[in-house]
């Protein structure tokens, strides 16, 4: 399981454009990988491309966990739509898997507030 700082962190957003969180994780080929500081913003650091391993609506599990794999640094996944076995392996690997239709600002605005209330849990 990956070690995060709760400050510093890694998102992937599955994005057509660079301006919308608008593609499905399993149809997606192309994700924008962001460094984001909760105290200083976020900055894209690269575009990740991928085959997509959807298959009209199901998937192998050992091509879903490769797919996944190309994103163990991050500690953030977006997407329009998750399936069910994509989000099974994303937890498995210490990745939290997120459906956050609409602009990528708004995506990371809503992963920052959600990692922010995470540190209300800290002892």
């Known amino acids: 399981m990956a070690d995060f700082s709760l400050s510093k962190y890694k998102v992937a957003l599955a994005s057509t ?13 192309k994700f924008y990988i962001y460094s984001v500081d909760d105290d200083e913003g976020y900055e894209l650091l690269e575009i990740r491309s991928l085959a997509s391993v959807c298959m009209g609506g199901s998937h192998r599990v050992q091509e879903m966990e490769k797919s996944v794999g190309k994103f163990e640094d991050c500690k953030y996944i977006a997407a329009s739509r998750i399936g069910d076995g994509a989000l099974s392996v994303m937890n498995a690997k210490g990745i939290v898997g997120m459906e956050l239709p609409g602009s990528i600002d708004d995506a990371m605005i809503k992963i920052w507030k959600y990692n922010r209330i995470q540190k209300l849990f800290e002892f």
């Open 17 to 29: 454009d660079g301006e919308w969180v608008n593609q499905h994780y399993g149809r997606a080929e």
